[in-house]
């Protein structure tokens, strides 16, 4: 059984950090590109940035420049490191594959920005 565990969340002040980590079970990570969605309440999941196999990644132009997002494969887990946060990055933040898979959603981890 495929599990993807997210941790790191918390709360943090506008322009503060964070470092999300999704720690994937079984061959997942090394297999797939891997992504971080989020969800904020109240409206649709989104995503936010994708890692492939190789490295490559893409960003949400909403986060660009300021996440970043990484891949350990010896580890089996994805980072997302997420510098000047802001009041609407306020979401709940999951990990998945890309393009993400609906048995592998997880219980995500709560990011809340605010003073």
């Known amino acids: 059984q495929v599990q993807l565990v997210e941790s790191g969340g918390g709360l943090v002040q506008p322009g503060g950090s964070l470092r999300l980590s999704c720690a994937a079970s079984?061959?997942?990570?090394?297999?797939?590109?891997m992504g971080w969605y989020r969800q904020a309440p109240g409206k649709q999941r989104e995503w936010v940035a994708t890692?492939?196999?190789?490295?490559?990644?893409d960003y949400a132009d909403s986060v660009k420049g300021r996440f970043t997002i990484s891949r350990d494969n010896a580890k089996n887990t994805v980072h997302l490191q997420m510098n000047g946060l802001k009041p609407e990055d306020t979401a709940g933040y999951y990990c998945?594959?890309?393009?993400?898979?609906?048995?592998?959603w997880g219980q995500g981890t709560q990011v809340t920005v605010s003073s």
């Open positions: 890692i492939t196999r190789g490295g490559s990644t």
């Open positions: 079984g061959s997942i990570l090394r297999l797939n590109t």
């Open positions: 998945n594959t890309s393009p993400e898979r609906y048995d592998y």
